[in-house]
């Protein structure tokens, strides 16, 4: 009667688990993905594994990002990363450093292209997350730096996020005293828009 009993409550709970052909996400990019000025268990990583188990999928998310890293830093590790196993999915999101430190957008471009084709060598998906410029280092450069990502993205036919700090860039209550990195609150804003973008990739595989 237990062992009966137990088998169902084992198959009940393989049932909660949402079936998906991806399993392990890596993030990668720079210190708006790696958790910077925040204790571990804020980190990102962190915080959208919760949220996509909690809507019942067993997804593994891996940090690999780097704080300080621009596009050029992440094609130096690119190929390293893409050595970790059964990697299903890569959410690249790089570029802020390149536009603080006013980094032609050529090279930014060129940078993430090879990123790109790199990691669609190993037949990895990706989601490119992007970022906007302000008016900084004038308008041209704004309006140049701002149409990479969704040039890249329709180039290379990928799942576009076109601002990764949508709702959250430019709003005290969810960043740190830096006013750039987010809080603890902005991570969570921002993992529910990996959240949402993640879904949708897991949806159009079925």
Aim: charge should be positive; include cysteine.
């Amino acid at each position: 009667m237990i062992k009966t009993v137990l088998i169902k409550i084992t198959i009940l709970c393989l049932l909660c688990i949402k079936a998906s052909a991806v399993e392990k996400v890596v993030l990668f990019g720079d210190s708006l993905m790696a958790g910077y000025g925040l204790p571990a268990e804020q980190h990102l990583s962190v915080i959208l594994e919760e949220q996509l188990q909690a809507k019942g999928y067993k997804i593994q998310i891996i940090n690999g990002s780097v704080s300080g890293s621009t596009s050029a830093g992440g094609l130096n590790r690119i190929a390293w990363t893409l050595q970790e196993p059964g990697i299903d999915l890569l959410i690249i999101g790089l570029g802020a450093n390149d536009m603080l430190r006013g980094i032609n957008p050529k090279e930014t471009k060129s940078n993430l292209e090879k990123i790109i084709q790199q990691t669609q060598k190993k037949n990895i998906p990706i989601i490119l997350a992007g970022m906007v410029a302000p008016t900084t280092h004038g308008l041209a450069y704004k309006k140049e730096f701002d149409a990479i990502f969704p040039a890249l993205a329709k180039t290379y036919n990928l799942p576009l996020i076109p601002f990764l700090l949508e709702g959250v860039a430019m709003q005290p209550q969810y960043n740190q005293a830096d006013g750039i990195h987010p809080n603890v609150a902005g991570a969570k804003l921002v993992s529910s828009i990996l959240t949402k973008k993640i879904l949708q990739v897991i949806n159009t595989k079925k």
